[in-house]
């Protein structure tokens, strides 16, 4: 597989339904579609099944059910996508095999369907512990909620959790932040992610900003709810390992770090995208147009973009990208593939070399775009 240092692949498998919408979404994901459900587990099967023979059985060591909600699913429907993704491709016995659900719409039927057809590691989408802040965009759940559904994990035998929290909310304040990362660290999850909001054209969430209805916290309030997250989380041994992601010791996201590290992936249902032999597919974002059969769009990535491509992924991740790594890669060094073009972010203190790897500073993180955009 050229371009590739690692052999398995990750497959991810959307699932693109939901209880309703939330304020700030724009992923794939159609409330009230929980009809097409039975409809969409077949084609999704078929797609894995005709993807193992054209793509030769690669082996695979992480799987990601991603959506949506997959916790949508019934057990018999998310045990049938498992077992065609076992059918289809050989998995690793150490794989990582990770499941998202959102907080109230896992029962313990379904925890016991997801154990016992592999998967070892849930993502939970917590969000934030006060419930204004969580009405105000538009999530169903409560705190009590997600403290019910890490107990139902638990009891059936999940040790490994991640919970995805939000920062820079509107209306939402520094100690609102405090009082999350202690609610959340106090349920003990292995893994935490801390996503900014990012307000996407379209959404309601977008509109009520532009009207003047709500308002984002300033650029430095929502600095400090980062460093805090960075601070709080550090406290308790969890280990930053890229810009929005925090793990304790041999928890970070293997399906996650392999998507950063340009490890090929394999990706299943409406708008799941493929990165396979330097070639990227994307499959229809409707919902509809993926139950009709429409054909996926495929695009070859060129070597330079290939290049490009793991500094943009790579330098997300603290540790940088490896120079030996992007050697073997690529066929030259970072230095030979950039030249001058790394001079200003490092002498601006974005970029440093640390260990043979180039990564990004403290201040780097916080102005990647910029560096991206010298590097381009
Ligand atoms: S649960 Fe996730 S995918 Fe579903 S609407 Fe909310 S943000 Fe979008």
New binding site residues.
């Given amino acids: 597989m050229p371009g590739s240092l690692h052999e398995p692949i990750g497959l991810y498998v959307h699932v693109?339904f939901?209880?309703?919408?939330?304020e700030?979404?724009?992923?794939?994901?159609y409330?009230g579609r929980e009809a097409d459900i039975p409809r969409y587990v077949d084609a999704v099967i078929r797609e894995i099944t005709r993807c193992g023979a054209e793509s030769g059985h690669p082996k695979a060591d992480t799987i990601f059910l991603g959506?949506?909600?997959p916790s949508l699913l019934d057990e018999f429907q998310v045990t049938r996508v498992l077992d065609a993704l076992f059918e289809a491709f050989p998995i690793e016995e150490r794989a990582e095999i990770t499941c998202e659900c959102?907080p109230g719409t896992l029962t313990t039927h379904f925890a016991q369907a997801l154990r016992k057809a592999g998967v070892n590691r849930l993502s939970m989408?917590a969000q934030a512990r006060q419930v204004s802040l969580l009405r105000l965009i538009?999530?169903i759940h409560d705190w009590e909620k997600v403290i019910a559904s890490v107990e139902i994990a638990r009891k059936t035998g999940f040790d490994n959790m991640n919970l995805d929290l939000m920062l820079g909310l509107p209306s939402q304040t520094v100690s609102d932040v405090r009082d999350t990362l202690e609610a959340s660290v106090a349920l003990s999850p292995t893994h935490l992610s801390c996503y900014s909001l990012i307000v996407e054209e379209g959404t309601p969430i977008c509109r009520d900003i532009t009207l003047g209805k709500l308002a984002l916290p300033d650029e430095e309030i929502e600095r400090e709810m980062y460093e805090l997250a960075r601070q709080t989380l550090a406290e308790h041994g969890f280990h930053q390992y890229e810009i929005s992601n925090f793990a304790h010791e041999g928890h970070a996201c293997r399906h996650n770090v392999g998507c950063w590290t340009r490890v090929p992936y394999l990706g299943f249902g409406c708008a799941a995208h493929s990165f396979f032999e330097e070639c990227r597919t994307m499959n229809p974002s409707k919902l509809d147009a993926y139950l009709a059969g429409e054909e996926p769009k495929t695009e070859q990535i060129s070597k330079e973009e290939a290049r490009f491509e793991s500094m943009m992924l790579g330098l997300r991740m603290t540790r940088g990208v490896k120079n030996e790594d992007f050697t073997r890669m690529h066929g030259m060094s970072i230095r030979e593939a950039f030249g001058e073009k790394l001079d200003k972010p490092i002498g601006a203190g974005l970029l440093e070399w640390h260990e043979g790897a180039l990564r990004l500073t403290r201040l780097g993180m916080d102005l990647q775009n910029s560096v991206l955009v010298d590097l381009m």
Avoid: E, H, I, W
């Fill in positions: 693109p939901c209880v309703s919408k939330c700030y979404c724009d992923f794939a994901s409330p959506g949506g909600t959102n989408g538009g999530r």
